[in-house]
């Protein structure tokens, strides 16, 4: 008897994460040559209070954005992905002024944003930046209140409903929320290429191990011009 409900559990357990995934083993996209209609740049938290003077965050992130010249390559890799006809994905985060929509913030970097009052809902911190702002045709991602873009957000329906194969993440921080969305994509069988100069973390060696090592386990790295070069051939 407790055999028999053992197995029905790990069964249940085995359908329930199958479910979670958008592509099946047979369906997965890994390693595909990206298409431009199935392609679409995630911009994750391009807002002032990483990317701007005044942002209670720049000041850790501006050594490395300036050393990789990212916002700049991050505006122009998008300007070349809406006239080659890849949808662009805004990803921002907020919260609430009392931070009862944070996810876990009493431990690690959410309580680091409780705690400062990061990204509040409504306030210039945490709007997306004047040189990365929305066009019309791009599409804001809806919800993000932790690290990976994909919980509780609408990120997989916008997916999904643009038959997206290819996540092309760029953003902030290198080590954390790309980082953890990347690895997502890659588990629901999408191409992930992660752009490694269109990122930036708090320290030059943080950007290193990231891009220089977990980055190739869970997607392709690129700097922008390989990336806009893949179109080039087609």
Known sequence: MMGSSCSTTTKAQTQQNTSQRTFSSAEAHGGQTPEAKHTAMVMIEFQNEFTSEGGKLNGGVKSVMESNNMLEKSVSVCQFAREAGIKVMHAPISFSKDSSDNPNKGLGILKGCH????????????????????????????????????????????????????????????????????????????NVITLTDCTATTSEEGQKASVGGTFGMFSKPMAKDEFVALFDEQ
């Open 115 to 190: 705690e400062g009052s990061l990204f509040e809902e409504g306030t210039w911190n945490s709007e997306i930046c004047d040189s990365m702002k929305p066009v019309e045709g791009d599409l804001i991602v809806q919800g993000k209140k932790g690290l990976d873009a994909f919980p509780g957000t609408n990120l997989e329906e916008l997916l999904v409903a643009n038959d997206i194969h290819t996540v092309v993440l760029a953003g902030f921080l290198t080590n954390c929320c790309v980082e953890s969305t990347m690895r997502t994509a890659y588990e629901k069988g999408f």
